[in-house]
């Protein structure tokens, strides 16, 4: 697929549906691809909304462990029975309201993939207990002595900067190493100008087609709102107001009055690629458009199915193609 990053909710997506223009993504996608071919445990560093999670994901589902489970933890605002209960399982009657035994995240990774999400957020009894778990695999239920294992590929993610935070501010030193057999950095939005038009032509194809709706691109003023926008909640923020814009939009073309872009007064313009003769989204879509079609060797079926849009949707983006063209 020729789009830079999957849509943001994307599951089923492996590290071959992903590429990118920007040299920071494509040495995070180059190194991701090496780690998947690894059972080493992977750390994740970005600001939040990155695409941390989905990142992980299409490590595990290019890896060979795929076919097993891949489970999602995050650490952050739980108290310390609960985060140990949602670990490792609790046993009934282990604490006020276990009425039933309950697998925890680690027993239900085994042979696949657990995902930590803001690792940095766990408590100091949480950290000593998963550095034993990914140490020696072993594990017990809150309320039972049994020992149990699993065997699990660790893979955690923060927005801290963790590697500074080590040995101080509470995050064990020894955790840190354990959990750091390969880091991967995922750039923020603002530092990937190349990607972004291609990132909002794809998100605003599926937004389009989730809400029924026939959008064929934006205003010039709205595509050169999001161009210079500085996306402070990276591809999360860039869903949410596509989606958000898409909804809103009677006709076929995106407007500037169409856009809930929050804090923009107080957001410095993003780095952007040199201006071309060309800059509005519609001529985005049809670039991309025509590189898929490239990379398919003209099959317009296979096209549309890789660029997400219906075979009729393809047909009639081709004849304003065709149009533009004779202008």
């Known amino acids: 697929m020729a789009a830079p990053v999957h849509s943001y909710d994307d599951t089923d997506a ?8 920007d040299a920071a993504m494509q040495a995070c ?11 080493l445990p992977i750390l994740i560093l970005g600001e939040s909304g990155t695409g941390k999670t989905i990142l992980a994901r299409a490590i595990h589902n290019s890896s ?20 140990d209960s949602q670990l490792f399982g609790h046993e009934r009657g282990a604490f006020t309201g276990a009425q039933n035994r309950v697998k925890g995240k680690f027993e239900l990774a085994d042979t696949g993939t657990l995902f930590l ?25 809150l309320g039972s002595e049994t020992l149990r294992r699993a065997d699990v590929r660790l893979i955690s993610a923060t927005h801290h900067p963790l590697s500074a935070a080590a040995g101080r501010n509470g995050f064990r030193e020894d955790l840190f190493f354990r959990i750091a057999g390969i880091t991967l950095t995922v750039p923020s939005l603002r530092e990937r100008p190349h990607d972004l038009p291609t990132l909002l032509v794809n998100e605003i194809a599926r937004a389009s087609q989730r809400h029924s709706t026939s959008i064929v691109g934006l205003a010039r003023e709205a595509a050169d709102r999001l161009l210079t926008y500085a996306w402070p909640g ?15 939009t009677t006709g076929e073309v995106i407007g500037v009055e169409q856009l809930l872009l929050a804090g923009e007064a ?16 519609r001529q985005a879509i049809h670039r991309h458009i025509a590189r898929v079609l490239d990379e398919v060797g ?21 004849q ?8």
């Not at 060979?64 to 985060?83: D, G, I, M, Q, Y």
């Not at 690792?119 to 017990?140: W, Y």
């Not at 003209?298 to 081709?318: D, I, M, P, Q």
């Open 320 to 327: 304003e193609m065709a149009r533009a063209s004779r202008r």
């Open 29 to 39: 996608l180059e190194r991701a691809r090496m780690a998947a071919k690894t059972d």
């Open 117 to 141: 999400d803001e690792v940095a957020d766990l408590s100091p009894s949480a950290q000593s207990k998963i550095l034993r778990a990914v140490e020696s695999g072993e594990f017990e239920r």
């Open 64 to 83: 060979a462990r795929r076919p097993r489970p891949f489970v999602s933890f995050n650490a952050a605002a739980l108290s310390e029975t609960l985060l």
């Open 266 to 281: 107080a957001s410095t313009p993003a780095a952007r690629p040199a201006p071309t003769s060309d800059r509005s989204l």
């Open 234 to 248: 990276n591809l999360r923020e860039l869903s949410k107001v596509v989606h958000a814009a898409v909804a809103l």
């Open 298 to 318: 003209g099959n317009k079926r296979r096209a549309a199915r890789e660029l997400g849009v219906s075979r009729a949707t393809l047909e009639r983006k081709l």
């Open 14 to 21: 492996t590290l071959d549906d992903f590429c990118s223009d």
